[in-house]
């Protein structure tokens, strides 16, 4: 299959997703995460996850219970290759600065890239809603949001609950690169 043959059929695919995610999976509702630009491999991984009924979400469930690998390929291709919209608010020096300390100190750069904007398996926290980043902070602590392998319920339970908001604050007004 030669390079980016999925796309076209991605976004046809992608039209399910808009009321959501929006047009190009850039959401304008806090409640749904934007996926544009996410890595390739955490959308379908996310996806998988969501059909085999291992991250559980209502909402997500019957959209995912009917596709088919070929389903999944093609719609992480066409929303990894979306640009993600800037930022809605800009940051504030203080939150920045200790925001960015917490993620420093407890290695989210390590695994999320030094502009924690996600690698393979690993989504891009960089310009995600506050709100939607704070809700799975919140459920990766309470064991709620399973994970792939463990390591972000595990990393969620150094922080307190004033770190965690502070860091969902700091992560979502940080831009793309
Ligand atoms: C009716 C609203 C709705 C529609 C339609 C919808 N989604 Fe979602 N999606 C959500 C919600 C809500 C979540 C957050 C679930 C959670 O909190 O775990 C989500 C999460 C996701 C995630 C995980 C993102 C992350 O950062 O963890 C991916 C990937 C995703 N959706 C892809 C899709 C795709 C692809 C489609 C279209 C085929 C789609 N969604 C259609 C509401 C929707
Ligand atoms: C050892 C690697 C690792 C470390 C360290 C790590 N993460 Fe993660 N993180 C992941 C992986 C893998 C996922 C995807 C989990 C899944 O969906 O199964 C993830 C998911 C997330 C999500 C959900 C985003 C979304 O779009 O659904 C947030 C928020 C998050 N991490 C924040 C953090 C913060 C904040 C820190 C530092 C306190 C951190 N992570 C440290 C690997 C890591």
Redo the contacts with the bound molecule.
């Keep these: 299959m030669p390079a980016g043959a999925g796309v076209e059929e991605g976004r046809q695919k992608a039209q399910a997703c808009v009321a959501c995610h929006g047009p190009d999976g850039n959401s304008q509702a806090p409640a749904f ?1 934007s996926i544009a630009g ?1 890595p390739r491999q ?1 959308i379908e ?2 996806l998988i ?1 969501f059909r085999e009924g291992r ?1 559980i979400n209502e909402v997500m469930k019957p959209i995912v219970d009917k596709m088919s690998n070929a389903d999944v390929r093609d719609l992480a291709q066409y929303f990894a290759g979306q640009t993600m919209a800037p930022p809605a608010r800009k940051p504030d020096a203080e939150v920045a600065a200790r925001g960015r300390e ?2 420093e100190k ?3 750069v ?3 890239g030094p502009r924690l904007t996600g690698q393979q ?3 891009r ?1 960089a310009g ?1 809603h506050k709100e ?2 704070l809700a ?2 919140k459920g ?1 602590k309470a064991a709620k949001r ?4 463990g ?2 319920t595990s ?2 339970q ?2 307190s609950a004033d770190q965690l908001d502070l ?2 604050d700091y ?1 979502s007004t940080l831009s793309p690169p």
């Design positions: 995460p996410q955490f991984m996310s996850m991250r917490i993620t407890n290695n989210c390590q695994c999320h398996h690993i989504p926290l995600q939607y980043l799975q902070l990766f399973a994970d792939f392998d390591t972000m990393a969620a150094a922080l860091v969902a992560l």
